[in-house]
């Protein structure tokens, strides 16, 4: 009885979910006819219905299995992608081949692929903690440990780069038009970094702060067998990176993940030119990337916790025994 009423109350927030999203969707759809491109009205409902989205496939992803969210995943990021190809095309070439109405549906089937990336990348973050992380603890560059601060340092320091080369080529208008893609794929790695970048440094900020960047690292065989699980890589000099934190702002920094990257990839078709300007947005979303990549981090444990309970109680327990052990 217990697991029915679980099931049918995910049905009704999916079903109230979707009816919400249909309904913005239809209404900027219908401002489309009564707006210019860049206009005021437009950009508006077009942020609305971005950002209930995002809003959507965050809350989809704490409510239905991990594999089918994947496999969704997936799919809408490869229709995206053929989406985006045929429209670029079509404007480059000027073909004019399609109708209003394919437009539309290309253009909304490019609002979900967008909008799902960002779900996409916490259900990558916590993939990394479950499988990963105990062999980031190992043995990394032949003998020696790469701590994960330093890690997020260089993903920085290439994010920097990544930017400086991003505001060189966008002066040409080729990059703007007919390699448009190019510059979508430098703009999304350059987001990646930053993202990532914040994630490692402030998942691992105890060390950084220590100057701890590197160290060689003696393991033993039995040791190397056995550290396949997260818990594993757990002793009394790291117990303080296994505690939850006070503060509980992993899902600000979820929420903030969707956001930034819808301003990357949009800009001014995203928050009214009349607000900011296109580049300051797009600065801004790298900026806020790099801010939840950083919120995430700090409190990882947590989203850890949540997607997988059982895992988490086995460091609980292992934190328990390595205090029994210290007494």
């Known amino acids: 009885m ?3 009423y679980k099931i049918l109350s995910k049905f009704i927030v999916i079903f109230a979910l979707s009816l919400v999203i249909y309904t913005s969707l239809i209404n900027y759809l219908l401002n489309k006819q009564l707006y210019e491109w860049y206009s005021y009205e437009l950009t508006i409902s077009r942020g609305i219905s971005l950002t209930l989205l995002n809003i959507y496939f965050f809350i989809l992803v704490f409510i239905i299995k ?5 496999r969704m995943f997936l799919i809408l990021i490869v229709l995206g992608i053929i989406a985006w190809n045929i429209s670029h095309l079509n404007t480059i070439l000027d073909l ?7 437009e539309d549906f290309l ?9 799902i990336v960002a779900p996409g990348l916490l259900l990558l973050i916590i993939y990394y903690i479950k499988k990963l992380t105990s ?3 190992g043995k990394f560059i032949g003998k020696y440990h790469l701590h994960e601060g330093f890690f997020g340092m260089i993903l920085i320091g290439l994010g920097l780069l990544f930017l400086v080369f991003h505001s060189y080529v966008i002066q040409f208008d080729i990059f703007l038009k007919e390699f448009k893609i190019y510059l979508a794929i430098i703009m999304i790695l350059l987001y990646f970094f930053l993202l990532f970048g914040g994630f490692f440094i402030l998942r691992d900020f105890n060390d950084i702060i220590r100057f701890k960047f590197v160290k060689k690292v003696h393991m033993s065989p039995e040791k190397g ?3 396949n699980s997260i818990f594993n890589s757990m002793t009394q000099d790291n117990i303080y990176f296994f505690r939850l934190s006070k503060l509980n702002i992993f899902p600000l920094g979820i929420l903030l993940t969707g956001f930034s990257f819808s301003m990357v990839i949009y800009g001014t078709k995203f928050i009214p030119k ?8 797009i600065n801004l979303g790298y900026l806020f990337g790099f801010l939840a990549g950083s919120l995430i981090g700090f409190d990882w444990l947590r989203v850890f916790k949540r997607f997988y309970p059982k895992q988490y109680k086995e460091i609980e327990l292992k934190i328990i025994e390595l205090q029994n052990t210290d007494i």
Do not use: A
């Not at 253009?107 to 909008?115: D, H």
């Open 225 to 227: 067998k056995d550290n």
């Open 96 to 102: 004019n081949l399609f109708s209003n109405m394919i």
């Open 274 to 281: 009349e607000v900011l300007s296109s580049e300051v947005i």
């Open 2 to 4: 217990k697991r029915s």
């Open 135 to 137: 062999r980031f603890e």
């Open 66 to 70: 991990i594999g089918l969210f994947k």
């Open 107 to 115: 253009e909304i089937i490019l609002f979900i692929s967008t909008s």
